[in-house]
């Protein structure tokens, strides 16, 4: 009976509590619900960007998106849709191709931007072309400049698009450790910017860039690569095999083990791909170097209202 | 309980009427349609750094959120361009209006792939929109914060001839100008220097300006004075450039005595209009006997200027005698002004070349010792802040007077 006067007083209590307060109605969403209105562009985007590949692609400058650390400027529309169409070529479509079209809405980074001016280094001798933050967002620069040979895309994007995409996948599936322990001794990080191509290769990178780290060692060496001619990998390897190269400490000399030491990392690089990703590293070279000659004879659309 | 009854019955007085979501997007509405009503476009008053030069740059809002853009100026090789790129309307740390795609007669001022490179102009392209009314619209540039204008251009007016207009204004009153203004505040007067280059100099401040179709605006308003004036139009009488908001605030050429002789001090040389319709007998008699005795000897008279002899170590003023090849030689004078005179001194002194043409050209000594004089000045350029051609009269003799013009 006690416990019947108690459960009695709470619902009294209860009643009065929820009773005091009048029942509102949702109304209209403050906010602007209206669609956004596309242009033919932004529908092409949508259609074959965003949905098949889960991309939001900000060609118009965002500032909130972009660097504060650079002074930048927009991307030129004609420019952007250009490049959309060269990176859902040479990029997404690549990896299509090859592992299908899952593999690329999984891992691909979710937000593309394009600036069109360089991101100039403090020292205004070098350029960032394209930087790549936490697997989400990618940033490519220049896009003003851009030109449709393969030098010019290989340089200022595809090799930033797939060292980045390279990040990424490894960031998943960890490579093999025994990477690392090739080039142990030799990585300096920011000391690379003394070396030159030359000079690194006949250390045992790929690139100087390749000397700040293991992870940037390989990822540099997967995008170069894969963006290499056979003719032009081979050319590399000749300059890898070059003995008595000065270093910039202007004293050791190269020994010719340069050439060995690439190409054991390559050894580890393409069993990664093969058994991890299944990417054989070849085939993948196959389908960018075609791709990217596609791009010269393209015929691009517009997208004109 | 009593907690509960009170959370409902409290009621906060609403201090606006309606919540910041609507009226975002209202203030987005409401300058969307301001800035696309300019149906002939808007000029903007364009800055791209503090203490610069600015440009003025016109605009058309479309709807179909693409903005063309027009400006002549350095950037544009001085040649009208036209181009269109996309704009938005956005809230970003207020409403924000932003040029969002490339346009290169915005972005020139902005690009750092121009010199010095990383940087180039380091001009904005997004602005938050301070204030608005039909006619002219307020924004501040997001990273540098400069105020900048749009005015609504009239309707009719062709964008060209508004540049037109501007670089004639230009030309009349800054362009090779004295650069010396005087800033009248009252019963205060101030020095201007840096006209021409259109960054005014005020003490140790500087104020860029733009150059419109009958006078400037200001970047900022000059410092201590008795109101804030960004806006200055040339008087009816085209003796000053007066404040739109004060009458008592204006700029006014310097004295005309002072221009000519200061000038000379800064490097500015005045060459003598050699055509017979532009100065009186005496001179006429006496230039005709020296280019018959340059002729003899197939040269001919360039100029006669008034300048520095700047290879001289003492500097002083001179009478430059320029003949053809260029070779000028150059016959010293003590210079001296008062506020209505200007008088030439001969020092009995020249450099090689003086030396060489009077020994050899018969008549030169004679026109030269003919300088020796008080003269009177006038201005007989467009408008009073510029001395870019004045008449020159000897108080001796009425037949003996010149024009004289800005050389180089």
């Known amino acids: ?305 | 309980m009593a907690t509960g009854f009170y959370s409902c019955s409290f009621q906060e007085k609403d201090i606006f009427d309606a919540p910041a979501a609507e009226r975002l997007e209202q203030s987005i509405k409401d300058n969307l349609a301001n800035f696309q009503s300019a149906s002939n476009g808007w000029v903007m008053q364009y800055f791209a750094y503090p203490e610069t030069a600015g440009f003025p740059l016109i605009i058309k809002f479309g709807t179909d959120n693409f903005a063309t853009v027009m400006g002549r100026n350095s950037e544009t090789g001085n040649v009208d361009l036209t181009k269109t790129g996309m704009y938005s309307v956005k809230t970003n740390e207020g409403t924000v209006l932003s040029f969002d795609t490339y346009n290169p007669v915005i972005h020139a001022f902005s690009d750092p792939d121009k010199n010095p490179l990383g940087y180039g102009y380091e001009g904005d392209f997004e602005f938050t929109i301070m204030s608005h009314t039909a006619d002219m619209v307020r924004l501040k540039g997001k990273k540098r914060g400069i105020n900048i204008y749009m005015n609504r251009l009239p309707e009719g007016q062709s964008w060209s001839s508004y540049f037109d207009a501007v670089y004639a204004f230009d030309a009349q009153t800054f362009k090779g100008a004295p650069n010396k203004l005087i800033l009248i505040d009252g019963s205060k007067q101030i020095q201007v220097s840096g006209a021409s280059g259109h960054i005014l100099t005020v003490g140790e401040d500087m104020y860029g300006f733009v150059v419109k179709p009958n006078g400037i605006h200001l970047e900022k308003p000059i410092a201590g004075l008795s109101a804030d004036a960004l806006d200055f139009e040339l008087s009816a009488d085209k003796s000053k450039l007066v404040s739109t908001v004060s009458p008592n605030i204006y700029f006014t050429g310097d004295n005309i005595y002072n221009a000519f002789v200061s000038s000379q001090v800064s490097n500015a040389q005045w060459a003598i209009v050699l055509d017979d319709s532009q100065m009186g007998s005496t001179l006429q008699s006496l230039i005709a006997t020296v280019r018959a005795s340059l002729a003899a000897t197939g040269r001919t008279l360039n100029q006669i200027l008034f300048k520095i002899d700047a290879v001289n170590s003492a500097k002083p003023f001179a009478v430059g005698i320029m003949i053809t090849g260029g070779a000028i030689g150059h016959y010293h004078y003590d210079v001296t002004n008062t506020a209505n005179s200007v008088t030439y001194v001969s020092k009995g002194t020249c450099d090689n070349n003086g030396t060489v043409i009077k020994n050899n050209f018969a008549g030169t000594m004679d026109l030269i010792n003919a300088f020796e004089a008080t003269y009177t000045l006038a201005s007989a350029s467009d408008n009073g802040l510029s001395y870019k051609k004045i008449k020159v009269t000897s108080n001796s003799d009425s037949n003996f007077w010149f024009y004289i013009q800005k050389y180089n």
């Open chain 1, 1 to 305: 009976m006690k416990n019947f006067k108690l459960i009695l007083g709470l619902l009294v209590v209860c009643t009065v509590v929820f009773s005091s307060c009048k029942e509102e109605k949702l109304g209209d969403s403050i906010f602007d619900t209206t669609p956004p209105v596309r242009n033919k562009f932004d529908q092409w985007l949508y259609d074959s960007i965003t949905i098949p590949y889960n991309i939001q692609v900000f060609y118009k400058y965002e500032d909130i998106e972009a660097s504060n650390q650079y002074n930048l400027i927009p991307a030129d529309l004609g420019n952007s849709k250009k490049l959309i169409q060269i990176v859902k070529h040479t990029w997404y479509e690549a990896y299509d191709e090859i592992v299908g079209k899952d593999f690329l809405r999984a891992y691909v980074p979710r937000i593309l931007q394009f600036i069109g001016s360089a991101a100039w280094n403090d020292d205004t001798n070098s350029y960032v072309a394209g930087t790549a933050e936490g697997g989400m967002k990618v940033t490519l620069y220049v896009v003003n400049w851009l030109q449709t040979t393969p030098a010019f895309l290989k340089d200022n994007y595809l090799h930033t698009m797939h060292h980045e995409f390279g990040h990424i996948l490894n960031q998943k599936i960890a490579y093999d450790p025994a990477f690392k322990l090739i080039s142990k001794a030799d990585y300096i990080g920011g000391d690379w910017i003394y070396w030159n191509q030359q000079q690194s290769l006949a250390k045992g990178f790929i690139t100087p860039y390749s000397m700040d780290k293991d992870g940037e060692d390989f990822v540099e060496l997967y995008s170069t690569y894969i963006n290499c001619t056979a003719a032009e990998w081979a050319n590399l390897m000749q300059l890898a095999a070059r003995t008595n190269v000065l270093y910039p400490d202007q004293v050791t000399r190269s020994n010719g083990q340069g050439r060995i030491k690439i190409e054991q990392k390559l050894t580890i690089l393409r069993d990664y791909f093969q058994t991890r990703w299944n990417i054989n590293l070849d085939q993948m070279r196959e389908i960018l170097n075609r791709r990217t000659n596609d791009v010269q004879t393209m015929s691009f659309n517009e997208f004109l209202d």
